[in-house]
């Protein structure tokens, strides 16, 4: 047959296809390994905790992860900066994204959606159509640095652009002159140093490389940028992109160590973090209440607390006054060492038995001390650069750090019997004493503020004054504590000169500060005597330490529940009805958390209970309303935001949250030198049950379980190491409540009870040596228990929640004075209902014109319904008066 060429052609084919066909049905499949991509490690697991917060991300809103010896300090947009004690080493790190090859940037700030904090770790979420980013920082405890790693899932090729600018200056005053900044390719890192080549910083990827190329002898003026470019996007399945700033002043190759470690092994770093603060919650006092959001707010304030110990490289380890951005300038908020502020938060670093800080905190301030006794105010972190005492004239402004210093020592010796550190302190504590006494300068026992220097406002009409009842609590509480210093001594001489003084200063406040026409005691005196008639809440710290006449403070403390001054979000500087109010004043207006703190303490301390528990879940709920986890400087008194300029990770916010806790609503307290615990709980009368853990009295350990029903409660108290202390449980109850008898381990226990004719709460009294397993029962016949509604407050409100102003029992009359809105109807809570037979109410106006007779209030036997009349804008009065069976 003769075959054509035409047929030759189609035979070929048949060939061709049969080949291909038969091939790729013959040939085994071949899977190609994807390699992963060069620079990435493998993903580990960032596990999710019960303290675990998160929300849809705020790109404005402040975050920050930080440890001893790094700060970063950010918006959850991902914009940060970065410290490394003392320097800045950037600010204005961005990230932006770009899909295949796209030139046209996707700003992470316009991405991110979602922010989830916890003490190890914050996640911030990106989101775009065809790629998701997880970016988790974690700031290592004890190293000069930080961790991002980036987790990407992305269905295309995606190029990430780290952009930043580089600044390499230490905090203001300090400066440094011809830093340069490049890309280190061998290192995939830029390093940022100056001529000296004593301060550094590095900034890069294992996974990155350099697209910014400015001169060596400078730094840019636009931001430095360097990349990571994902081709294959499977080639980062089940892998993490580690980006690590480090930085620092010392010997370069010692800073490059550190973040070559940090690169190399996130993980540990990852590890280490969740460890150290395990460690902190296991270590540290607990509480498990009915309130999971006071639960949770308790342990951010001492993980957030936990974060301003700092050690620096030329001045050593203390306690900085808090964190927050500084944008273009020269210091991170708060972020240098303030005495005060270190003296105030070591009584909460002693509350909840982190006393160590306490220690290291008291000994950083000891170094300062000036030679005639004075102790420093503020030190810039900067100090190790220049000539900061002097050249100039902070260090020393303040007047009242000497005596807070006294009492900061006090506080620590007594809940630690750490007598070692008060025979090394001895001389320098002395010394501080002797200081204090000589700025009195008309013998009335109190520090003068002319002599002294500043003590509660730094600025404005009410600071030239002779003493102010801030600066005079201090002082009158300095005296006691050195008498309790001076006898754990063995300082005869010093303890009875001590007492001496604080019999005369205590009777100094309690009747130079009384100002008997408004019933309250004012800010000050002026030196003519005459009283600067302003209410502010800085009189709440010396009712707190039990200053002043018992009844004169239950004036005052009503006083201060009224709403001009307490608001839904806290307590206001000045009531807005003074003319030098101004609700955004850093002194003449605004709510400070930390004096909120100290007016809950208060409130607690006199048994306005409802009172001083609203007043603390205000300060619980900005520790969630803000940047997560921390608690904002200071608050509007008009709304409930805050200024642009406040510092958002503040420490005597976060104390404000832990001191009303613990020695307020939790009652706990107690001293080793005298070897007592006490517990007096001021709980919300619906709570049934509290368990407390980790409790540290020196070398004693407790833990308590508290349970409550209609007529009874029971306390069970397993103690450590507790041989010879005695325990004091004194609980309070609602007015009318009559306590018959109280069991310990099945014997029956003595009581007393509070005598004073005007106490707001029946308040028993028991005390016995622990066993180290007691159980202690308690039978009662129960009164009317007031529950104030919870008020949500949330950012931008203006104030809307009743106020109760005081609680007073005349007979069977059980009178409620509130204040509430024109127009508002409230419901309040009444446990024991069955014991009310009536209820009545009237109403004033917020100068005390009555508009009406009592009529019949709305009560159901559990719930009192009070309807405030239409009216004008604003608080008016209101009387609820139930008659009692």
Sequence with gaps: ????????????????????????????????????????????????GDLELSRPAQPQTPFDKVGRKFALLGYESGAFEAWAYPLKLIR????????????????????????????????????????????????????????????????EPLTVVCGFIPVLQPMWPAGLG??????????????????????????????????????????????????????????????????????????????KKAYQDMAADPEKRYRLAVDYFEGLRRSTLGIRTPARALDLAFEWAKIALDGLIVDNPDLGRGLVAGLGSSGTGGRPGFGWFFG??????????????????????????????????????????????????????????????????????????RRTGDLEFLKASWPSILKAYEWSLATDGDGDGLMDNGKAGLGALEFGSLTGI????????????????????????????????????????????KEKFWDEANGQYSYAFNKDGRLVAELTPWSAVGLAWGLGDFERGLRTLARMNRADLTTDWGVRMLSSRSPLYEPLNYNYGACWPFLSGWVAAA????????????????????????????????????????????????GFSSTGVVLPLVRGLLGLDGSAL??????????????????????????????????????????????????????????????????????????????????RPTAQAVRPRMEFLLSGDDTVELRFTPGPEIVLSDISAVTGDLSHGVRLVRSTLSGHDLQ??????????????????????????????????????????????????VEFPSGPEGYCKGEVTLKLK
């Design 603 to 650: 409130l607690f301390d006199f048994d306005y209970l409802p009172q001083g528990y609203q007043v603390l879940m205000a300060n619980v709920r900005h520790t969630f309303d803000n940047s997560l986890g921390t608690v904002m400087e200071l608050f509007s008194g008009a709304q409930n935001t805050w200024p642009q300029e406040g510092v958002a990770h503040q």
């Design 340 to 413: 005060t502020d270190a003296y105030l938060n070591s009584l909460s670093f002693n509350s909840f038995g982190n006393t160590a800080a306490s220690h290291d905190g008291l000994a950083f301030t000891q170094k300062w001390q000036r030679k005639d006794g004075k102790m420093a105010h503020e030190l810039s972190q900067a100090a190790g650069y220049l000539r900061w005492w002097e050249d100039y004239p902070y260090g020393y402004i303040h007047g009242d750090t000497s005596p807070y210093y006294i009492v900061a020592m006090e506080d620590y010796v």
């Design 466 to 509: 002779q003493t102010d009842i801030y600066l005079g609590a201090v002082c009158v509480r300095a005296n006691m504590a050195m008498k309790t210093l001076a006898a754990a001594m063995g300082d005869k001489a010093a303890a009875k000169k001590a007492g001496d003084f604080a019999d005369r200063s205590a009777r100094a406040w």
């Design 816 to 865: 409620l004075s509130l204040e509430g809105l024109w127009g508002e109807t409230y419901a309040l809570e009444v446990l024991n209902g069955e014991r009310v037979d009536s209820a009545t109410f009237s109403f004033e106006d917020i100068d005390g014109k009555r508009h009406d007779q009592p009529r019949a209030a709305k009560f159901d036997g559990r719930t009192l319904t």
């Design 674 to 755: 005298d070897r007592k615990i006490s517990f007096q709980p001021g709980f919300p009368a619906d709570w049934t049950s509290v368990s407390i853990s980790n409790g540290k009295v020196g070398e004693a350990r407790f833990s308590l379980e508290y349970t409550r029903t209609k007529d009874s409660v029971k306390l069970r108290i397993k103690s450590e190491k507790a041989a010879g202390f005695g325990f004091v449980f004194g609980p309070a109850f609602g007015l009318g409540t009559k306590v018959l008898a109280a069991t310990r381990n099945g014997s029956p226990l003595v009581m007393t009870a509070d005598d």
């Design 92 to 155: 204005n790190f961005e990230l932006s994204f770009l899909l295949g090859t796209s030139t046209v940037p996707i700003q992470g700030r316009d991405i991110v959606r979602f922010v989830s904090v916890q003490p190890a770790v914050t996640t911030l979420t990106y989101t775009y159509q065809s790629f998701t980013v997880k970016a988790h920082f974690i700031a290592p405890v004890e190293e000069p640095g930080v961790v991002i790693l980036l987790d990407i899932d992305s269905t």
């Design 178 to 255: 011809g830093q340069y900044a490049y890309w280190d390719d061998g290192l995939k890192a830029y390093l940022i140093s100056e001529p000296t080549r004593k301060n550094h910083g590095f900034l890069g990827s294992p996974a990155a490389r350099g697209i910014s190329y400015t001169p060596a002898h400078m730094l840019s003026d636009v931001p430095n940028q360097f990349k990571v470019e994902i081709a294959d996007p499977r080639s980062v399945v089940g892998r993490f992109i580690p980006i690590v700033v480090a930085g620092g002043k010392g010997v370069r190759d010692e800073v």
């Design 1 to 48: 047959m003769k075959i054509t060429a035409r047929t030759r052609v189609l035979i070929a084919a048949a060939v061709f296809i049969t080949f291909i066909c038969g091939g790729l049905s013959a040939a085994p499949a071949v899977s190609q390994e994807i390699k992963p991509a060069e620079g990435t490690v493998a993903e580990f697991r960032i596990a999710r």
